[in-house]
């Protein structure tokens, strides 16, 4: 199935690893090989050969030059490119979201879950264009009128993460588009060809507007082009996806030259389940949430904190709904769970399955490597623990999900805070009274906090990002779009006068 995907975007099995333009691929004859690996099989798909240092000047060269002019375009036209480029996605979203289940592997309906995500957050920005508003303020002075207006920030760099490998760049780049910023595109190692998949729609669809320098991609690894990238004064803006411990670095590297960071690190998200609660309803959200992307989600859902009147029958509901899940080929129908992206990721989630029983945790569902399949599939686990240890407030990206029980709401409450990640959480609960504390200040400390609906698929409206480890970054809807702007504010003085603000009187 590799070829006809592969031969349907129009990707030969080896690509140089940097583009800018709409026909500028960059061969660079410094530049190692990465290889593409199916994670369901083992076996490589495709090669790429990554950027070096010097095709990495090019395309941020190429991208400085194209924000002089792109600034300067109006932002409801810089939203016909954006409208397009949706268009295009639209008419590849089987064979691009297949691609996406095939060197993530993720299941086939949430890769083509991601590639729909990507059209409806560019149908998103063609909106915002034409609402990149300021505000009309008074002036203490008379005859003077304040203001203030959002420009273009500038090349804005974007580093995104395995398990999303095309909608962060959507989320990211159709956004910084319409607010007048090139992008510079560097995608996770485990997943090249979907980034060289989604340059090419990007490079048809800009060459057709006759322009360069928009969307641009630079495939290499983090040690060497990423650093360049954070330490890179020409790029004012980092927006970087991925783990907690990497999200340092990145945060310190860019702040020492007092660059921004758009930061969406671990999660490490939980569900409190009330003794009002529909069971039913619950158990499929915290199913879906737990198991989806093979637990690969920074939304995942990975502890349920349940009142204990109800802990023993929400246990066996779950151990039942995860006995009917269908781990396989993520292209496969039927299909509900896919592999790990890695050997690494499997080996951490048995040593984080160790150090749970070893702190009294008991493994009720799960935990074993089904027979049959491939090295990176597991089968997912549910682990019910006394206490939330330490490894219960790691997060470990794999499908384990810890139960916790509470007695009183605000100790679920205080477990449901108690973890350094804040990105998603949830509640279940018929009572008003207990989903409004939730979402109350001294509640959820999260980015975001949902009731009666899971941790994980959170709609492309909303400002999507969290609080503490998390990073506190703000990406896709609501008014993210100012993180890709530099505010500016205007007095117009159109009296005679020259009065001073304060009542200060000058000579």
């Known amino acids: 199935m590799t070829k006809p995907i592969l031969k349907k975007l129009s990707i030969s099995d080896i690509n140089p690893g940097a583009c800018f333009g709409p026909d500028g691929w960059i061969s660079d004859p410094k530049g190692t090989e990465l290889v593409s690996f199916n994670p369901a099989t083992g076996e490589p798909i495709a090669k790429v050969v990554q950027a070096g240092d010097e095709a990495y000047e090019r395309v941020l060269s190429e991208a400085v030059s194209a924000f002089k002019s792109w600034r300067m375009v109006p932002a409801p036209k810089r939203g016909d490119v954006v409208r397009d480029l949706a268009g295009a996605i639209r008419e590849l979203k089987e064979p691009l979201g297949d691609l996406v289940s095939l060197e993530m592997g993720k299941i086939q309906a949430e890769g083509h879950g991601e590639v729909q995500e990507m059209i409806d957050v560019c149908d998103f920005a063609v909106g915002l264009s034409r609402q990149l508003y300021g505000l009309t303020l008074a002036s203490e002075r008379p005859g003077h009128r304040m203001m203030e207006q959002w420009h273009p920030l500038g090349v804005a760099g974007v580093i995104t993460a395995f398990n999303f490998p095309v909608a962060v760049w959507s989320w990211n780049s159709a956004i910084a588009a319409v607010c007048g910023d090139p992008v510079v595109w560097k995608p996770a190692g485990p997943t090249p060809l979907c980034a060289v998949a989604v340059q090419h729609i990007a490079n048809r669809v800009i060459a057709d507007h006759g322009l360069s320098g928009i969307f641009n991609l630079v495939i290499g690894p983090g040690n060497s082009i990423g650093n360049r990238m954070l330490n890179d004064s020409r790029l004012p803006l980092i927006s970087f996806t991925g783990s907690t411990s990497i999200g340092r670095h990145v945060s310190a590297a860019v702040a020492r030259r ?29 199913l879906f949430g737990a198991i989806g992307t093979a637990g690969q989600r920074c939304t995942s859902t990975r502890r349920v904190i349940i009142h204990r009147s109800i802990a023993k029958e929400l246990a066996q509901r779950l151990v039942q709904a995860y006995a009917q899940i269908k781990i396989g080929n993520p292209l496969d129908p039927g299909i509900l769970m896919g592999p790990l992206i890695s050997a690494d990721a499997v080996e951490d989630m048995f040593k984080a399955i160790e150090q749970a029983s070893a702190d009294g945790g008991e493994v009720i569902c799960g935990a074993r490597r089904p027979p049959n399949l491939g090295k990176q599939f597991v089968e997912p686990a549910i ?53 409004e504390e939730f979402l109350s200040p001294r509640g959820s400390d999260c980015g975001i906090a949902n009731v009666n609906i899971g941790t994980s698929g959170a709609e492309i409206g909303g400002a999507f990002g969290g609080e503490k480890e998390t990073g506190g970054g703000r990406e896709s809807g609501s008014d993210a779009w100012k993180a890709y702007m530099r505010r500016q504010t205007n007095t117009i003085n159109w009296s005679k006068d020259l009065p001073l603000a304060q009542g200060i009187h000058f000579g």
């Open 258 to 286: 007092f660059g921004r960071t758009i930061l969406e690190l671990g999660g490490n998200n939980a569900i409190i389940v009330t003794e009002e609660a529909d069971l039913d309803l619950a158990t499929r959200a915290i």
């Open 383 to 435: 682990i019910r623990m006394h206490a939330q240890t330490d490894i219960v407030k790691r997060e470990t990206f794999a499908p384990i999900l810890y139960l916790l029980e509470y007695e009183r709401f605000e100790d679920a409450l205080t477990l449901h805070n108690d973890v350094p990640q804040g990105l998603s959480s949830a509640i279940f609960t018929g009572s008003l009274q207990k989903a």
